[in-house]
Nanobody, 121 residues
Framework: QLQASGGGLVQAGGSLRLSCAASGRTFSSSAMGWFRQAPGKEREFAAG???????YYSDSVKGRFTISRDNAKNTVYLQMNSLKPEDTAVYYC?????????????????WGQGTLVTVSS
């Protein structure tokens, strides 16, 4: 089970830190990812981290978002800086089917419930 938290309302230029806590199993040997879904749009990849902490970002968030993991706490984080109104979406964390970085939704099997991020202009 994955529990995402940390979403909220923030002004453009502000920051938020999302957390995703895993329970019921250990995810240290799995890749993890953050996806987001804006109203009326498909779910899209935002950031991913491999089991060895290699990271990858979509072009839209690169340089502003940072994904990290704490295997001791079974938790993955997404630090979001310089937020823009177009970052407004429900953010989902997910566990990869394997260890390597993955960017497609079908490469992930367990999904959190999502946390809403709203960026006002």
């Amino acid at each position: 089970q994955l529990q995402a938290s940390g979403g909220g309302l923030v002004q453009a230029g502000g920051s938020l830190r999302l957390s995703c806590a895993a329970s019921g199993r250990t995810f240290s040997s799995s890749a993890m990812g953050w996806f987001r879904q804006a109203p009326g749009k498909e779910r899209e990849f935002a950031a991913g981290i491999s089991w060895s902490s290699s990271t990858y970002y979509s072009d839209s968030v690169k340089g502003r978002f940072t994904i990290s993991r704490d295997n001791a706490k079974n938790t993955v984080y997404l630090q979001m800086n310089s937020l823009k109104p177009e970052d407004t979406a429900v953010y989902y964390c997910a566990t990869g089917r394997g260890r390597a970085l993955a960017t497609m939704t079908y490469e992930y099997d367990y999904w959190g419930q999502g946390t809403l991020v709203t960026v006002s202009s």
